[in-house]
Every structure is written in structure tokens, then in C-alpha cells.
């Protein structure tokens, strides 16, 4: 009988070790901004109570929910026809108690709630970590992926998102990928909603809205039908998503349109702030004033962000917002927050696919010592120590083996300098020092090594 090949889910992925060095790469300098602008570092549980998750994604969200069974007999309690007699969703519900996190903002809400006598605000953290969505897995969509999270929660102030604003753009220029940096406001949403005579389908608007990337203006104008649109409200919204301008020209368009409505006002008002606030900051990367961008998510109220890729067309590769009462549901109302999300899968896509990982990305070690026997090892070992002591990353090969096998195995891990301690090298007490990219190898004294590579390490 054949033996099954081992495999994982779809939508999962393994990372092996060269990916894992570029990935740490990009984790590495997403860390070291939200660190450099205050933020500190916190984690939460892989799994939530259902209690915890449900309801605030919205229907979408909650369908993409992972849940987790009960431990043991999941079943017990539950009669046969009740078990029969019920749906899916009125199952899962009685069945599984707990879920996976689909994102890090809602267990970041329900951790301030939680330790909220702990807690100075405002409370500046940020959150890498996996989430986990029972999507259907394509193209830059995984059911498992990583999320790099920077909030801030506890203050109202747009100074917030205009730093969050230059946050993702330091990150991006960092890494050398150029951005399209999309900006607005829920509560302009929310004025165009009210102003078109959808106010009570707010969410449904933002929904098709959302998708417009994805399925084009017909698709939206289908879909906005059959979420219960009437067609025209329809009529009216049109002129939004198709209009395009300058800046000025959009808060121009946008002043005449919302007039009637309070919540549109503060909305704009809000987002000339912030353009102020960012025409101040000398951002590198482009900035857009997008009157279609939505972000579906139920609990967004005010700025939202969304950050694609110019050289590689993923979606979007970070995105967020302002939440005014995400807390609120956890009982602790009052409390605005923002943030946004890196996607730090998308983002190594798009690296890969143009090229923006250097040779050192993808390295561990910088020095390998040839192994020729039991003689030369005692000489090798304190050499070896004494450079690691000095911040350079050096292997031993392990096994006596023949010179060229030693060699290919530096060549494949990408290696780039041998060193070579036989008798002859021993007994003049000196070492051989090979290039392995130009092949140049030069001699010299043992006890100079480690401060002659670094010499090397500091020019390259």
C-alpha cells in the first residue's frame, strides 16, 4: 500500500528557512519604525471567545470566522432533533465555544477593556502575529497569514493618523516599495449615504463600494441592487465614484454635496486636517484622496487608510482606520482608537516578484570554518568563538569532509568567506581567508581575523 504524501491545508503555507530570512527582513524593519514613533509591543491568544469575535466584522466577517470545537463529547446536550432542526450558524454556535482571531484590532479592544486599570493612555502599541479567515484561498488571499498592527487608542486627535499616515510611508520607503498611500473618511461615507437618501444603508453601501476594485461599477451598481438600493439613490452616488480632481477640487465637490448633512461636514472637516497636517510631514510616498475607498469593516467611524503596491498589482498590502467605539462593545464606551494593518504575506509578494530582497536578506552566516580533522578543530573552535563574540556570524562545518563537499555547502547557503586553518596554517600561525564570490584568498595572522572581517563587513 502506498504511503499518503504528507500535505498541509489549502490557504497555509511552509516557510522555508531562505523565506524565513526575507520575511524576518520585513518584520525586522516594521518593528523598528512603530518603535522609533513610541509604539510598544503586545500579544494575544491565537484563539478568542466566539463571544469576543462575533458581530463585529459584519455578516461577511463572521462567515470567515474559524471556530474551534468544544474539547471532548461536543455534541452532548444536544437532542437529535434539535440537532436537525437547526441551521449551521445555530449549530457552530452551540458546538464551538471559541475561534481564531480573523484580525488583531478586535482582541487589542478587548484587552484594553480588560486591563484598562493597567493601562496609561494613550495607549500607543503594536501586534505581529497570525490571524486566521476561512476564505477561499487565491492570489495574495491565505486563510493564515501574518498582520504587523500599530494602534493607538485613547485620543481623538488626528495628529494620530497623520503620524500613522507617516509611519506607512517610512515603512514602504525602507523597504524600497513604492506606494499609493489611499485616504478617507467614514463620516464622508456616511454624508453621501444620507444625502442620496440611503442613510439607513449606510453599511450596505459601503460594502459594494468596498468591491469596486474587484468588480468593476457595474458589478457595484448590480450589487448596491440587490442590497436594497433604489435606484435613485443610485443615480446620485454615481457621480462620487466616477468623479476625479485635484485635492482641492474633491473638498471643493464635496463642500457642495454634503452641505445637508452635519456628519458629511465633519467629515470633510476632518479630512482637510489631516491633509493639512500631511502636507507638513515630507512624505515620500504618494498620497490620495479617494472619495470610493469604504473598508467594509462595520466598526471603522472616521479616517480610513489603504496602501497598494505601484510595481505589483496584490490589493491592498495595509489598510485601516479610526474606531470611536470598538471598546464600547466590551463595555468601556468612550474610548477612540486608529490603527492600521501591515499585510506582511502581500508585502513579501510583492518584494519577491520585483526584486527588492538583496543577497544579505536571505543570509544567516557570514563564515564558515573547514573542518580537517580532530587536530585542527581544537584551533578552530577559540578562533571561531572569538568571532561570533565579535558580531560575525560563523559556522563550523561539523564533519571532516572532503574540501569540495565543505566548499558547495558554503557556495548553496550563499556563505561569503571560507576559512582555511590546516597544519601549514597552524604551525605559521596564520590563517587563509577565501573570497568565495571572486575566488581571492589571502593569508594572515590568526589573532587578526576577527577585526580584519569586520573592516570588510563595515565597507560592504
Not at 518584520?27 to 522609533?36: A, C, D, S
Not at 485616504?183 to 437618501?197: F, P
Not at 482641492?248 to 463642500?255: C, Q, T, V
Request: proline share 4%; hydrophobic share 40%.
Amino acid at each position: 500500500m502506498a504511503t499518503q504524501r504528507p500535505s498541509i491545508p489549502k490557504g497555509t503555507r511552509d516557510f522555508p528557512p531562505q523565506e524565513m530570512m526575507r520575511r524576518n527582513h520585513i518584520f525586522r524593519t516594521i518593528e523598528g519604525v512603530f518603535v522609533r514613533y513610541g509604539y510598544q509591543p503586545l500579544e494575544t491568544p491565537a484563539m478568542e471567545n466566539l463571544s469576543t469575535l462575533l458581530g463585529k466584522y459584519g455578516e461577511e466577517g463572521d462567515r470567515l470566522l474559524f471556530r474551534i470545537l468544544n474539547s471532548g463529547d461536543f455534541l452532548r446536550g444536544i437532542d437529535r432533533e434539535e440537532l436537525l432542526s437547526m441551521d449551521a450558524r445555530q449549530l457552530s454556535l452551540k458546538i464551538a465555544e471559541k475561534g481564531l482571531r480573523y484580525d488583531l484590532t478586535v482582541p487589542f479592544a478587548r484587552f484594553v477593556v480588560q486591563h484598562r486599570n493597567e493601562i496609561t493612555f494613550p495607549f500607543k502599541r503594536y501586534q505581529i502575529q497570525p490571524v486566521w479567515r476561512a476564505d477561499r484561498p487565491q492570489k495574495g488571499r491565505y486563510r493564515e497569514f501574518y498582520q504587523c498592527d500599530v494602534d493607538v487608542i485613547g485620543s481623538s486627535s488626528l495628529l494620530n493618523e497623520a503620524e500613522l499616515t507617516m509611519i506607512i510611508d517610512e515603512v514602504f520607503t525602507r523597504l524600497d516599495v513604492p506606494v499609493t498611500i489611499r485616504l478617507n473618511n467614514r463620516k464622508v461615507l456616511a454624508g453621501i449615504a444620507e444625502v442620496i437618501g440611503a442613510g439607513e444603508k449606510m453599511r450596505e453601501m459601503t460594502v459594494a463600494i468596498d468591491k469596486l476594485a474587484k468588480i468593476g461599477k457595474e458589478g457595484v451598481v448590480a450589487e448596491l441592487q440587490e442590497r436594497g438600493l433604489d435606484g435613485e439613490s443610485i443615480d446620485e452616488l454615481l457621480p462620487v465614484l466616477e468623479y476625479e480632481g485635484s485635492e482641492s477640487e474633491k473638498l471643493r465637490f464635496l463642500h457642495n454635496l454634503l452641505d445637508a448633512s452635519e456628519t458629511g461636514r465633519r467629515g470633510l472637516e476632518e479630512m482637510r486636517q489631516l491633509l493639512d497636517h500631511l502636507r507638513q510631514s515630507g512624505l515620500r510616498q504618494e498620497v490620495v484622496f479617494d472619495l470610493t475607498l469604504a473598508r467594509g469593516l462595520d466598526y471603522y467611524t472616521g479616517t480610513i487608510f489603504e496602501v497598494t503596491a505601484k510595481e505589483w498589482e496584490i490589493g491592498s498590502i495595509c489598510g485601516g482606520g479610526r474606531y470611536d467605539d470598538l471598546t464600547g462593545i466590551f463595555g468601556m464606551s468612550g474610548v477612540s482608537g486608529v490603527g492600521v494593518s501591515f499585510g506582511a504575506d502581500r508585502i513579501y509578494d510583492v518584494m519577491l516578484n520585483t526584486g527588492k530582497f538583496s543577497e544579505e536578506t536571505a543570509r544567516t552566516t557570514t563564515v564558515l570554518f573547514i573542518h580537517f580533522g580532530a587536530g585542527e578543530i581544537s584551533h578552530v573552535l577559540p578562533l571561531a568563538a572569538a568571532l561570533r563574540r565579535a558580531g560575525i556570524a560563523t559556522e563550523v562545518y561539523p564533519d571532516p569532509a572532503k574540501l569540495k563537499k565543505q566548499m558547495n555547502y558554503a557556495n548553496q547557503k550563499g556563505i561569503p568567506y571560507v576559512v582555511l586553518m590546516g597544519e601549514d596554517e597552524i604551525a605559521s600561525g596564520k590563517v587563509s581567508l577565501r573570497n568565495m564570490q571572486s575566488g581571492e584568498q589571502i593569508s594572515l595572522p590568526a589573532g587578526e581575523l576577527a577585526e580584519y572581517l569586520k573592516k570588510i563587513l563595515a565597507k560592504e
